[in-house]
């Protein structure tokens, strides 16, 4: 029975060759002759058009299918996920209340206006998109290498986007930086029209009179000036990653950089509300640390008198300092000398030590700091 | 050819590499280590005069004349020669092993011994000097000990098996998760010898070693004393001040200043040592140097988190003043 079927596939065997052969010279040829037209403006054939978009819609539902979704923190994310979003991707998906500049029009795909595109997909699937992007499409990854977790913070703007006015939209996109004032005719011919700048960095981090707009936003009112300079080369450099800094850091040149340090170091610091649940274990283990499991204080490094490279922790938010613990868990800021010594710690700290420390330095007043003695958090 | 020769060369140095005497089983520098080279020459010995003897029983019984091969396989020489011979020898060899081992166990009689704990740590010697009044001193990855005095070592572990080996002086014992071993020895005379981490313990275990001294007892006592005191404050502050603003008192210890962290080698007299990283780097500012640049190269696997972030100047003032610290 097996054999004559054999022998028929062995006769079959030459046909199926000279085809796929055929097909490949075919596919050079018509490749090689240019006449398929890729312009933008000649737009797809409707059946391509259906295909490409199949297989389009099929790719990132399958694709988005592993993903883990976390608890979203939405109150807090929304912010964050807006201002980044005002500054990397509304030059393409125009902002509410905006009309799509017809430069980003003309491309194929044209880009989509997430008011009403955003809905249609699934909270995996945005995550897949923003973090992946789309080939073919002009839609990129995701800059910051294993941030993830700011790639929820964009999930969550763009699943609250559709119930956003143009209000409530600027409201959030410029955070804390100034409001936008309708110029005169001879301003907005010398200067342009004002708008939000993406190097305006009160749009998410603090003033003198407001804290970060969001619990995942450091404040920098107060924090060492070598430590502050330090980090925007990092994020200048491509060291340390983040896809929202990044770009951010890339537009601005050693002065910037050294003159918005400054400018920080001597802001005073925002008063936030003191985090509620300190457990004994993070006072522990900031002044302590945890012998068995090999774990320095953490005021050994980020306590009062230490070097001003090191940053200074009290004040900031718990979230801020609980996520970047997690980042440098998995390995993400080993690149720089830095994050590599604190990685060696981070991994070995579980996530409820985690809490406790971020919970610790957040019910620390940031204006006390100064007084504490060396070696305080050391004596036992 | 090339290669045959450096395999040679290799197997070469790594034979006369036990010649030194500082770390070889066949160089004892006490009375429990003698004993035990003494049963490893007669191992060794009865070994070949056995091997020699089958051997030759063996061309005995393929090529021998006839009524030798006849004999060979009478009952009777294989009763005493398969049976008598061999349990005679080895209950003999068990007895004599017993013996020695309880060689090191009759000094627990002994009188005044110098008490000292070690802990092994990846990869490092935790090393605790127990004071005649109660008071402890801590130091690492090397021992002091006087001559002519029974010394009681306490042998524990902080994390995995480990064994502390000091061939000169006595055998290894494994320190056990959960358990504290007692060894016991005595130097006869001063001298410098290493000792060696000899169970595998994880990535840096080749690299676990220490040096053992042993003085006079007059120089034992003043080294002692000199141990117990803090650290001398640093003349010139640069280094300690990067020390303690780095966060190196997270886990090392220097007594006298601000600095008491337990989770690293206790630094306060290091200087004095004879070896950086557990016996693997010369103790002079270079070794400091290489150790803080470079020691996750130096030492692979090691669990001090690398710190590169030290300037040129930073990192000279940095070693010298951990080399001052004697």
Known sequence: MAKPVRRRLRKLLPWAIGLFAGGIVLALAIAYSGIFNIAASAGHPVLLEWLLTLGKER????????????????AGLVPLGAAHFQGGCATCHRTPGQKLNPVYGQMLPSPPDLKVHA??????????????????TGMPAWSGDGRDDEVWAVVAFLEALPSMNTVDYLKYASGNSKDIIAAQAGEVASQGRPKINITACSRCHDTDNAPPTSPYVPSLGGQNKAYLKRTLHEYHSDLRQSGFMELIAVELDSEHINNLADYYASLKPSVSKPAQNVSSEGAMLAVHGDLSHKIP???????????????????QSEQYIKQQLLVLQRGIRAKTPYGAIMTTIAKRLTEQQMGAAAAFFASQSPTERTEHKTGEGLRQ | MKWVWMIFCVMALLIIAGCDGRQSAFTA???????????TWIMFIGAAFITLLICALIVISIAGPADWRHKLTSEKSIVWGGMVFPVVTLTALLIYGFLVLKAGGTLSQAENPVHISVIGEQWWWRVIYRHDDGHTTESANELRIPTGRPIEIELSTADVIHSFWIPAYAGKVDMVPGRTN????????????TGQCAEYCGGAHALMSFYTVAMTPSDYDAWLAKERMDAKPALAHEGEQVFLSSGCAGCHTVRGIPADGKIGPNLTH?????????????????????????????????????????????????????????
């Open chain 1, 119 to 136: 809905p249609m997909w699934t909270r995996k699937q945005l995550f897949w998109m923003v973090r992946h992007g789309i080939q073919f």
């Open chain 1, 297 to 315: 204080a953490c005021l050994s490094c980020h306590g009062a008198n230490k070097r001003p490279d090191y940053p200074r922790l009290a004040g």
């Open chain 2, 29 to 39: 520098l006490g009375p429990v280590s003698s004993r035990i080279t003494l049963l």
């Open chain 2, 182 to 193: 007692i060894l016991h020895f005595i130097a006869d005379k001063p001298g410098t010898v």
């Open chain 2, 270 to 326: 290091v200087g004095s040592r004879l070896s950086l990283g557990a016996g693997i780097l010369p103790n002079t500012k270079e070794g400091f140097a290489k150790w803080i640049s470079q020691h996750k190269t130096v030492k692979p696997e090691n669990l001090m988190p690398p710190f590169d972030i030290f300037s040129e100047s930073e990192l000279q003032a940095l070693s010298s003043y951990l080399d001052s610290l004697e």
């Open chain 1, 59 to 74: 790719s990132v539902i399958v694709n988005s299918k592993p993903v883990d979704v976390p608890d979203l923190d939405i």
